[in-house]
């Protein structure tokens, strides 16, 4: 995370997951969480990388239905999806995650336009891009515009992804060099954003956590109550009408629908 889709679509699947459908609100609660985790400083002792998803529109889906296309035109694009994501990059994210719905007939994980045109060339990026759970098969299996999932791996290679998360698509990279179907500068490219990272973070020096340490610091007295004064502090009440919080013992609530029990 943090997750930055605009829902727009109540029907979809993954409404709970967002911060609604205001791309300010989202840009600045994406953007605030990712300073949180050290803004992409990652010199610093506790610096985390935040990886933003889904790029892009993904909370608009034909029907609904999860992962499905998504129709809108560039100023639409330009005006209300993707700032979110530029707002959090210049805070200091430094991975992006692709999204499974395609744009204009082009799915999200093999878009040059979105993943080389505007988040390199455009915006600087200089973290690294990787794909969500099996998105890039589903060039393949899902938008059905490549023959298999080895050519799935070649079109999102080329467009600019770096990394993938499912694991099964990317290894037939080796044959597709091998047999002249994409350079090997494009893998050699990927590899450097994510070792480059790595490096940065000191993973190569120390590669574990202090275990005692973490024993004594996860979940501990303080850092528990901390989270629930976090949780009270974070509810917001739009209208006390005739007082009805507190509840007294007097009042009682109704739960009705199909899932009230």
Not at 151 to 180: E, F
Not at 233 to 246: D, M
């Amino acid at each position: 995370g943090p997750v930055l889709d605009l829902s727009r679509d109540p029907r979809w699947s993954r409404v709970e997951e967002s911060f609604g459908e205001d791309p300010v609100l989202s840009a600045r609660i994406g953007a605030a969480i990712v300073k949180g985790t050290g803004s992409g400083k990652l010199g610093n002792p506790f610096a985390t990388i935040a990886t933003l998803k889904h790029f892009v529109a993904y909370g608009i889906p034909e029907g609904g239905h999860n992962g499905n296309t998504a129709f809108m035109g560039l100023r639409e694009l330009h005006e209300n999806f993707l700032p979110p994501f530029r707002e959090a990059i210049n805070a200091g994210a430094l991975s992006v995650m692709t999204a499974y719905n395609s744009i204009d007939g082009i799915p999200c994980t093999s878009n040059k336009y979105l993943l080389t045109d505007i988040l390199r060339n455009a915006w600087q990026f200089r973290g690294f891009s990787v794909s969500d759970l099996g998105s890039i098969e589903g060039i393949h299996e899902n938008h059905a515009v490549a023959p298999s999932i080895a050519q799935s791996a070649v079109l999102a290679a080329c467009a600019g992804l770096d990394a993938d998360l499912g694991g099964k698509a990317y290894p037939n990279l080796i044959d597709a060099v091998n047999t002249g179907q994409i350079q090997q500068s494009v893998i050699d490219t990927a590899v450097s954003r994510i070792l480059r990272l790595k490096f940065e973070m000191g993973l190569f020096d120390n590669p574990y956590v202090d275990i005692d340490k973490a024993k004594s610091e996860v979940r501990n007295a303080a850092n528990i109550r901390l989270s629930a004064q976090i949780a009270r502090e974070s509810i917001v009440l739009l209208k006390n009408e005739n007082n009805t919080l507190p509840l007294s013992k007097d009042k009682k609530i109704a739960l009705i629908g199909p899932n009230a029990d």
